[in-house]
């Protein structure tokens, strides 16, 4: 499987991105999907993920800000960011976990988020 993360970019304190993330090769063994992101100096935290059913979960920093969504017909995960703040600044990254158990995790590149005051 891999996972292809795009959308980032530069956008002003209170502005909106939409990131995507697109999966190829045995998609079909994807189970749970989720972003993370890392800020400079900082460990890799999760920010959203979404089962394969579309059950959600946030971060608290992020909720009522973001929202996470799939489409399991085209293989897709989507991350809508609103009011975007300073602290949002982060390379953001998409998993995925298998169906065929825990020891298997799928990362995409990460893409760059930066968000000025």
């Known amino acids: 499987v891999q996972l292809q993360a795009s959308g980032g970019g530069l956008v002003q304190a209170g502005g909106s991105l939409r990131l995507s993330c697109a999966a190829s090769?045995?998609?079909?063994?994807?189970?749970?999907m989720a972003w993370h992101r890392q800020a400079p100096g900082k460990q890799r935290e999760l920010v959203a993920s979404?089962?394969?059913?579309?059950?959600?979960s946030y971060a608290d920093s992020v909720k009522g800000r973001f929202t996470v969504s799939r489409d399991n017909a085209h293989n897709a995960m989507y991350l809508q960011m609103n009011n975007l703040k300073p602290e949002d600044t982060a390379v953001y990254y998409c998993?995925?976990?298998?169906?065929?158990?825990?020891?298997?995790?799928?990362w995409g590149q990460g893409t760059l988020v930066t968000v000025s005051s």
């Open positions: 998993l995925a976990d298998s169906l065929l158990g825990p020891e298997y995790k799928y």
């Open positions: 090769g045995r998609s079909f063994v994807i189970d749970r």
């Open positions: 979404i089962s394969r059913g579309g059950i959600t």
